[in-house]
């Protein structure tokens, strides 16, 4: 499975963004799609998920209500909507794809084998 995420870009505190993660190839054995994004310095943290088969969605706490995740399965690509943007939103933000189930692991880069190669965040203030 390759991974391909765009979008990413300098916007001003307020603005908004909309990533997006192509997935091509054997995207049959992935289900779960997730954000992550690390900021300089700090560790890999979890943005949000969502699944192809249900479309069920999960959100850190510091981005609800600002960000939407969305799927369009006809094209194989999910989306990362993000609005009222912050300048601790800079970040890159990654891309992965997991197998079916794993749901306690789904806020866990161990519960995604793939991986996309990142787009830069960064929000002015």
């Known amino acids: 499975v390759q991974l391909q995420a765009s979008g990413g870009g300098l916007v001003q505190a307020g603005g908004s963004l909309r990533l997006s993660c192509a997935a091509s190839?054997?995207?049959?054995?992935?289900?779960?799609m997730g954000w992550f994004r690390q900021a300089p310095g700090k560790a890999r943290e979890f943005v949000s998920s969502i699944t192809w088969s249900g479309g069920n969605t999960y959100y850190e706490d510091s981005v609800k209500g600002r960000y939407t995740i969305s799927r369009d399965i006809t094209k194989n690509t999910v989306y990362l909507q993000m609005n009222s943007l912050k300048p601790e939103d800079t970040a890159v933000y990654y891309c992965a794809a997991g197998p079916r189930g794993l749901d306690n692991l789904l806020r866990l880069s161990a519960g995604y084998n793939y991986w996309g190669q990142g787009t830069q965040v960064t929000v002015s203030s």
């Open positions: 190839g054997r995207t049959l054995s992935t289900d779960r």
